[in-house]
């Protein structure tokens, strides 16, 4: 009833809080099927350079509930971290991802382009994590240097060494590491340093205040400025108009993500949409 409390607390008679208590039991059940259900998809957003060209993509999974329809991954994805369901969800996203690099691998306009997978810390952690990596790589023939795995700053949170450790035996198999989110978590830059990261994804909180905020502005330049120093690419997710995206390369961004480019689409929409944009000069931001 009273909010004094903070959000966080949930007091204990507080018949609302139980309401909502409940309902997240429901989904979680209900998310514990989704996967056996086929209820759980993959959409696919195109990551660009500064000439436009197709450079990759982000795998973003969604989920269709059978009573309430979609429900955002910012819902569910913490559920499914709670509950470890996200360990088989986790698995199943590498899976899909790589076995659409083993098929663009046959198509000249698509072989180049890497694709980038969302790890959740939960799934980082198990113990047989990088085994499992490397058995769908094995599994589905899919070069290791196409695939990225995006974590968060919530890693570091875990041992130190065994995170360094766990990320160069992946390193070692060929696929590379981006540090998501970059900057809204609370890793000292003495850590980051010491990951071996290929990339740097600048946060769309920052993205969204760049032309209007002096302080967004100068956060985004010290990252790029930590990029750059780590000899990295920079990744901005969020990029929603010309404005922004101008500045972000004046700035020295290296790719692109965002509405402006192109939403999260099926993945046959972008095998179309970077295989028409091959053989013509249109641009993405036309489309
Ligand atoms: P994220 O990894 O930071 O992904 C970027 C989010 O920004 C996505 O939200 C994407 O749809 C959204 N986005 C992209 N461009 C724009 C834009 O121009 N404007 C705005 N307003 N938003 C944009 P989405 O798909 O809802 O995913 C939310 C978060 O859920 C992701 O944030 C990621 O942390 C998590 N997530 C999604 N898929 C997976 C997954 O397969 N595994 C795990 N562990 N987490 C996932
Ligand atoms: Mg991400
Ligand atoms: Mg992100
Ligand atoms: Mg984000």
Redesign the pocket.
Known sequence: KSKQDGRNLIRQYDPQAQKVLNARMALSNDLNLALRDGQLK??Y?LQVDAENQARGA?????WHHPQHGQV???EF?PL??DSGA?VA??DW?VRLACETLARWAQVPQLSHLTLS????PR?FTETDFVARISHILQDTGASPHLLRL?V?EGIVMQDKHEVIAKMRELCALGLSFSI??FGTGYSSLSYIQTLPLAEL?I??AF??ELTTSERAQAIVKAIIAIGHSMGITLVS????TQAQKDQLLALGCTLL?????T??IECAALEDLVISRHSSPMMYSLI
């Open positions: 993959l959409l957003q982000e795998c973003l999974m969604r955002s991954p910012v994805i499914a971290e996200i969800m986790g996203v997978v969302n790890v959740s799934q995006e968060t998501d989110d994804k946060d769309k993205v969204n997710e969020g990029v929603e993500q965002g509405y402006l480019i939403r999260p």
